[in-house]
């Protein structure tokens, strides 16, 4: 394994939003606390709304630290800000210690792990014309193949072959609606890493956090740092193992993990709604920083 170094961060996430008149909140639910893992060590965490809400913590599922917070009087702003202070610690060359039964593919997952991966298994978007399906057998050169590489392969096709465009709308783009506009966001690119994977038959999950980015050379980040999303995909032995086609990287020495989920739709930082018209809703703004401590 390359050398291992440890920074602590600090993480403010920040989300405003701002109505024409006062409205009525509904019940908002917040994925913000990073998730502890054995790269990662969360040393300090708060959350501050505005208007003041009650606010009730659970874990969802797949393990994600969620509030929710109900709100009783009306009001003509929300504000939601996090500040995180975080422990990294990471190889930037990591080695994976996949499982003889594992390192080549295609292999079989054992029954248990069959089983609990579930879901994660199935790709959830439809490929009628199997243009997806198609396209990942051009990575395949024979069978069996090596594991690892294979999944590398395929993240540094996406790199190498869609055009990285942040887009402001919500949503995600269909992974065939991705290899067709040959363009896509971070979260399009994890999308169709995360199809390509299940249609192989990998367990994967997606991931949203925030991406680490001190000397501005990784795609998705203008500044220091930013919210992302990438792809975990289970490989026996080595386990969960993060890629990141956006920026063509295996490992999380430059990750911090929120959320993971079957579908991006779960783990998005903030969902919830409001009693009133489209028109109330006059501006919405996000800032996020993730700097040194």
């Not at 040393?43 to 009783?72: C, M, R, T, Y």
């Amino acid at each position: 394994m390359d050398r291992v170094s440890m920074v602590r961060l600090k993480i403010q996430h920040g989300t405003t939003y701002s109505y024409a008149r006062k409205i009525v909140l509904g019940p908002h639910r917040f994925s913000l606390r990073p998730r502890e893992s054995p790269d990662l060590k969360l040393i300090l965490f708060d959350l501050e709304i505005a208007p003041q809400a009650k606010i009730n913590w659970s874990h969802d599922v797949a393990g994600n630290s969620i509030a929710i917070a109900e709100f009783s009087s009306p009001t003509d702003y929300l504000s939601i800000t996090s500040c995180s202070i975080v422990e990294l610690t990471a190889a930037t060359w990591p080695v994976f210690d996949i499982a003889p039964t594992a390192s080549r593919y295609p292999f079989l997952y054992s029954d248990d792990d069959w089983a609990d991966l579930g879901a994660l298994l199935h790709p959830q978007y439809a490929d009628p014309k199997s243009l997806l399906e198609n396209w990942i057998e051009g990575f395949i050169m024979q069978r069996p193949t090596d594991t690892l590489a294979l999944l590398k392969d395929i993240s540094n096709g996406i790199f190498s072959q869609i055009s990285y465009k942040s887009r402001e709308a919500e949503g995600t783009q269909d992974p065939t609606e991705t290899l067709n506009k040959a363009s896509g966001s971070c979260r399009d690119f994890a999308v169709l890493f995360l199809e390509a994977a299940r249609t192989l038959g990998f367990g994967a999950r997606i991931v949203s956090g925030y991406l680490y980015n001190p000397d501005e050379i990784y795609i998705g980040s203008l500044d220091a740092g930013a919210t992302h999303a990438w792809v975990e995909i289970y490989v026996p032995g080595a386990g969960w193992i993060p890629f990141d086609p956006t920026n063509r990287t295996v490992g999380s020495s430059n990750l911090i993990p929120v959320a993971v989920g079957r579908d991006i739709r779960q783990i998005t930082p903030v969902t919830g709604n409001f009693h009133g018209t489209c028109s109330d809703l006059i501006d919405m703004s996000v800032q996020v920083t993730v700097e040194k401590e």
